[in-house]
């Protein structure tokens, strides 16, 4: 190998930190709590200082317009013809700049929305586009907010888009069914989603690709319904559809998280062995992430060293796995030598390294170095994402910080963060930590208010802390209420049930 590429260095858990002293700050982060003696060091580059001033510079020179000379006014030439001043230009552009910031088309405010992932304003912008006089349908619009719809949880709404995309005279295609089957998938409705399949198949111009099948093996994996993905792999083969490396790629996270490693360690000899469906990185971050959640560091480590040897070059997100992997079983010194290894090779840290760096002091209530962490991740211009802040407010709560939880949240608030799931279900963790239930029914009031899909850990959250209270009453109303989400697939009569609690 050559010497300068990545597989003649070390593998940065094994190689020793070197301190380095020219233009770069080392900063060092002390985990105080839980007698963590590790440090972690960040080792930023220190920006180049701006030239020296020149004292014996000499004053700048005017360069002079044609027919100007200095000391000879211009009216004293002859044949020039002075123009008269306009006043205020600067002022009348910068009105101008700021009367064109004011107007935001139909069109921008939907794409904006759309990238907010604000699927609520997405809708009430999208049935303003449609009343327009110079509306006219586009697959793409329709694509997008098919998308839009699947990630935010509501697959009943996704149909009806889809339906009315069909009434608009747009001639469905097998992307646009992918995209109707991946939002049922994505909620876990796997009957809804086979039907979806079944009807592309009866369609000549929508024949089910590579594409949907690994979007259905997915879902039947998450569903841990592998029986159903032998019977996938089967009518691939039939149709003479063959899985690609990300469909491979599928089935080892599946395998993986469900503790089959043989099938997992099958699937991934058949890739090493195949010329059409090789391994990439992504396989080498599957395995990685799959062995570093489980705390297997050991096998995470043999598999790195295994895929290098196979010639797969790491990059960011397989670093960041590291540190996540590290993080969390408290490796301090190990996750210091990736994050100082990341600084040698020129690989840039991302919003998800400094999230695994966060939580990792998250975890154990070390709210000093995680607010470090976190003001030091602003500082590189680094904007913050919903992990981000689930990170802060869980750490906060386990240092039992909560008026921090708050303002937390609320900065959260200013900043535009997504509001999901997982974000209610940390805030409302916290309030259980607290202690403070009427505060965590607010929270849980407002998650059903912004249609933000309910999970098993909302209810598990909720439950628990009602068991330690006592309140065997609002215990039974939230038991009824996830039975009914768990038996329909979608929100039931859960207002009802919340008038009861408050």
């Excluded at 933000?452 to 939230?478: F, N, W």
Aim: overall charge neutral.
């Amino acid at each position: 190998m050559a010497s300068s590429s990545l597989s003649s260095i070390s593998s940065p858990f094994l190689s020793p930190l070197s301190t380095k002293t020219s233009n770069t700050i080392t900063i060092t982060i002390f985990a105080t709590n839980h007698s963590i003696s590790n440090t972690i060091l960040c080792a930023l580059a220190a920006p180049s200082p701006p030239p020296p001033l020149s004292t014996n510079s000499e004053p700048k020179k005017r360069i002079w317009k044609e027919g100007e000379f200095p000391g000879i006014p211009e009216n004293s030439i002859p044949g020039i013809r002075r123009r008269t001043p306009i006043k205020n230009v600067k002022k009348k552009i910068d009105r101008r700049i700021k009367a064109k910031a004011w107007v935001m088309t139909v069109t921008e405010a939907l794409s904006d929305l759309i990238h907010k992932k604000l699927w609520i304003q997405a809708l009430e912008v999208f049935e303003m586009l449609r009343e327009q006089p110079f509306y006219g349908p586009r697959e793409g619009t329709y694509m997008k907010l098919l998308v839009l719809l699947g990630k935010s949880g509501q697959p009943q709404r996704a149909h009806q888009l889809f339906e009315t995309m069909v009434e608009e005279g747009i001639e469905p295609t097998a992307e646009l069914y992918t995209a109707l089957l991946a939002a049922y998938c994505r909620s876990n409705l796997i009957d809804e989603a086979f039907s979806i399949l079944n009807k592309m198949k009866g369609l000549p111009l929508c024949q089910p690709d590579v594409f949907t099948y690994s979007t259905l093996i997915k879902a039947c994996i998450d569903a841990l319904q592998f029986d159903l993905v032998e019977t996938l792999y089967e009518e691939m083969d039939a149709r003479a559809i063959t899985p690609n490396t990300v469909t491979q790629n599928i089935v080892l996270s599946g395998y993986g998280k469900a503790g089959k490693y043989d099938q997992m360690e099958k699937v991934l000899s058949g890739m090493l062995q195949s010329t059409t469906c090789k391994p990439d990185v992504w396989t080498m971050n599957t395995i990685l992430g799959l062995f570093g959640n489980n705390g297997q560091i050991e096998m995470m480590e043999k598999w790195y060293e295994k895929f290098r040897d196979f010639g797969i070059e790491p990059e960011t997100r397989t670093f960041n796995i590291l540190i996540g992997a590290y993080g969390k079983k408290h490796m301090y010194d190990k996750m210091s030598s990736v994050m100082e290894y990341m600084r040698k090779l020129a690989f840039p840290w991302t919003t998800s390294t400094y999230n695994n760096i966060i939580e990792a002091f998250s975890d154990v209530g070390d709210a000093k170095n995680m607010e470090y962490a976190f003001s030091q991740m602003r500082a590189e211009g680094m904007k913050p994402d919903t992990k981000t802040f689930c990170c802060l407010i869980r750490g906060y709560a386990n240092a039992g910080l909560f008026h921090k939880v708050v303002s937390s949240a609320q900065l959260a608030g200013k900043m535009e963060i997504p509001e999901n799931t997982s974000f209610y279900n940390a805030v409302l963790c916290a309030c259980a930590k607290a202690e403070d239930l009427m505060e965590m029914e607010r929270v849980f009031k407002r998650m059903k208010d912004r249609n933000c899909q309910l999970d098993p850990v909302t209810y598990s959250t909720m439950i628990e802390a009602y068991r330690k209270e006592g309140m065997h009453d609002k215990i039974y109303y939230l038991e009824q209420e996830r039975q009914n989400l768990d038996t329909n697939g979608v929100e039931g009569d859960i207002d009802n049930a919340v008038k009861s609690m408050v």
